[in-house]
C-alpha cells in the first residue's frame, strides 16, 4: 500500500471499529438491563408460559402453577419499583390434562401522564394498573391455605426478533407512553416505562375537493398548546408558510395553505407539516402506531383541487416512510411556463427517503 493511501485506510480502520462498537452497546441495551444484585433479596424463579405487552398497553402474563403450590388459595400479580408496588389478582385456569396456569389481562397507564394523573396512583385495580416511568419488576404472591404468603420473581421470556409488518414495542396509542418487556443480567423479567416525548402527533387528514384539513395532537407539551401555531416548510430551502391554527384543549386543526405554496408554480414541490412555538419545532407525524413500514401501509391518492381563486392544483398529501405528514403540489393552472426539471422531482424524492 502507498503512503498516499495508508492514512486512509487506518481512517476507515478505526470508523470500522467504532462502528462495530455502537451497534454491540446498543444491542446490550436492548436486550439487557444492568441491575445491582446486592439490592435484590434472591428469589426463586417462575418463568412465564407467556408474558407480552400487546397493542402498546395491554399486558398479558400466563404463569404455570407448580407441583409444590397445588395448596394455593388466591395470588396476585405485582409489579415492584422501590417502595412502589401496584397488583392485580390472577385468576386460577386449568392448563391441559394436569396443568393449572395463574393467568392475568391488565390495561397498562403511564402514572405522569393526564390519564395517570385522573386515577388513583397509589393502587392498582383489577383491570389496569399506573405505572410511573422507570424500571418495575415482576413478581408474584402466592396465598397458601395456612394462610402463608411466598413471593416469587418471575422471569424474562425469550425473545424472536421479527421483521414483520409491525414492530415489537409500539407506543400506547393514547397517551403515547411505551410500555416495554425487558431482561436483567440475571434473568428476571422487568418492565420499562418510558413517559411520551414531546410529539405533534397526526391523527387524520382529510381530503377535500377545495382543502386539505390536517388533525392531530399534541403530547408531552411542555408549555402552553396555544403557544404552537401550523406551519408548513419547503424542503431544500427552508422557506415556512404560517397555516391557522384552531385548538381544542389539546388537539389542533389546520388546513393546508395549498393557495399560498402554489401561487405560480407549475414544479411540483414538497412540503412538510410543522408545529411551532418560538425555538421549538415539531413535526406532524404518526407515531402511534405498530405499523413498520408506514408509507407502504398510509396510502393516498393524488387529488384535484379547486382553490377559492379558480386555479386548480394537484395535491399528493402522504406520510413518509419515517412516519411525518407531507404534501406535493403544484398549480398546473398557472399561467408561468411549465419548469419541471428531473433535478427538481429527483431532490425532492431524495428528501422524501430520508425525513
Known sequence: MSEFLLPYAVKTAQQARSAAARIRRRVQRITTVPTVGTTVRPRPMLVPVHLSVLGGRTLNVAIPLRGSDEDVAGARLELVRGAERMSTPLVRERHGADGTLLTATVTLRHGDGPQGRSAAPDHGRPSSMVLRGGLWRFSAALVHDDGRETRVDLAAVERRVSEGPTVSHPPCPYSGAVFRLMRSVNGRALLKVSGPAQHAELVDFDLRWDRVTVRGRLLGRRQPAQRFSAEVRRRGTGRTIAAETVWDGDR??????????????????????????????????????????????????????????????????????????????????????????????????TADEDA
Not at 405554496?261 to 418560538?278: F, H, M, N, S, V
Not at 406532524?284 to 401501509?297: E, F, G, I, N, Q
Not at 379558480?310 to 402522504?318: K, M, Q, T
Request: glycine share 6%; hydrophobic share 45%.
Open 252 to 349: 389542533f386543526t389546520f388546513d393546508l395553505p395549498l393557495a399560498a405554496i402554489t401561487r405560480g408554480q407549475r414544479t411540483e414541490r414538497t412540503w412538510d407539516a410543522y408545529l411551532t412555538a418560538g425555538r421549538t419545532r415539531l413535526k406532524v407525524a404518526r407515531r402511534l402506531t405498530d405499523v413498520r413500514h408506514p408509507k407502504r401501509v398510509f396510502r393516498t391518492p393524488y387529488r384535484i383541487v379547486a382553490l377559492e381563486g379558480g386555479s386548480l392544483v394537484r395535491v399528493h398529501a402522504y406520510v413518509t416512510p419515517a412516519g411525518a405528514l407531507a404534501v406535493a403540489c403544484a398549480d398546473f393552472t398557472a399561467d408561468a411556463p411549465a419548469d419541471v426539471t428531473a433535478d427538481a422531482t429527483t431532490a425532492d424524492s
